[in-house]
């Protein structure tokens, strides 16, 4: 038998097929195209895993369940995503939807880094440790928790918005309603607004060599790269960049001391370039500083499927 999982990302939505083994033995996806109707959004989540289940080979009878990790909070005895602000979603009646669309009853939704959390958890870099924390940077700062082998999800489903914790007061607008959010600071999206800031600052700067002199072709990694071949404003931007990184990752740790925290999504590709100066500064601010045991600072090991495992895994 074979469990669904689906990544409903801000940019994407990733349907897979996962074995019993916690293996992905089929994927499909298509563009989120957010924001817009939830219920075309939920057409395209029930094509995508259509395609995934034909390229599997199976039907849904197949399939024990479906699980779907989304942005924002999911009300799991309303089956409402009450709010998910980079989707636009208000209230969506989505286990309903969802159901509809696909005749598969076993239907479950959890906070996207949740299922990453729970994917890697399972799966991935932190296989084995009872205390772990997910980061994943991505369209924003999502965050998972997992505390004595299960998920922190709160008494409305709704925490371990880490992303949504502010560290710079009055700071910049956050579309969440809040200001100076860690969000708007350390997201892939922060980081592209960050690089095109210093690209006007600095014409000269190699980063317009790395776009094609189009500041529209800018992504998550131009100033890493542009870093990598010596350009001075585009290491002012990362060192910022980490600055902030590390500031939340600061106060996740001395919040919840987890095992491991494991780093994610796009920018989290740059692993040990990102990481290793981020653990210099976790050293010296942590509360922790003198404890013997401390928590080790991971790159995710599993990449974008670690949300699409995580979601299959989804059983309440």
């Not at 195209?33 to 395609?51: L, M, S, Y």
């Not at 500031?247 to 491991?260: H, L, R, T, Y």
């Not at 590709?269 to 401390?294: C, D, F, G, M, T």
Request: glycine content about 12%; some cysteine; proline content about 3%.
């Amino acid at each position: 038998m074979y469990r669904i999982g689906v990544d409903l990302g801000g940019t994407n939505i990733v349907s897979g097929v996962v074995n019993e083994n916690c293996e992905i033995v089929a994927k499909a996806s298509r563009p989120t195209n957010a924001p817009r109707a939830a219920e075309e959004i939920f057409d395209d989540i029930a094509a995508t895993i259509k395609e995934a289940m034909d390229k599997a080979g199976i039907t849904k009878e197949d399939v024990v369940s479906i699980g779907v990790g989304t942005p924002g909070s999911v009300n799991k005895e309303l089956e409402l995503i009450e709010f998910a602000n980079n989707l636009g979603f208000d209230n969506v009646p989505a286990f309903r939807l969802l159901r509809e669309r696909t005749g598969i009853q076993n239907v479950y939704f959890d906070n996207d880094a949740n299922c990453a959390a729970l994917g890697e958890a399972t799966a991935g870099c932190g296989k084995g440790a009872k205390d772990f924390v997910m980061i994943t940077l991505g369209t924003g700062v999502g965050s998972g928790i997992i505390a004595n082998g299960k998920l922190v999800t709160g008494l409305n489903y709704a925490a371990g918005e880490m992303g949504h914790t502010v560290i710079v007061y009055g700071g910049l607008p956050c579309n969440c309603g809040r200001r100076g959010c860690w969000e708007k600071y350390s997201s892939a999206t922060a980081l592209i607004a960050q690089t095109k800031d210093a690209m006007r600052e600095n014409p000269d700067s190699i980063m317009w060599d790395l776009v094609d002199n189009d500041i529209l072709n800018v992504t998550g990694r131009t100033a890493f790269d542009a870093m990598r071949k010596g350009d001075e404003a585009a290491k002012r931007v990362v060192d910022n960049y980490i600055a902030y990184l590390a500031c939340g990752i600061s106060n996740v740790v001395n919040i919840f001391q987890p095992e491991v925290l494991a780093v994610g999504g796009g920018i989290g590709n740059e692993r040990e370039n990102l990481l290793a100066p981020v653990r210099k500064i976790l050293a010296s601010e942590r509360y922790s500083i003198h404890a013997k045991k401390q928590t080790e600072l991971k790159a995710a090991t599993l990449g974008n499927d670690a949300g699409v495992i995580g979601a299959a895994l989804l059983d309440e």
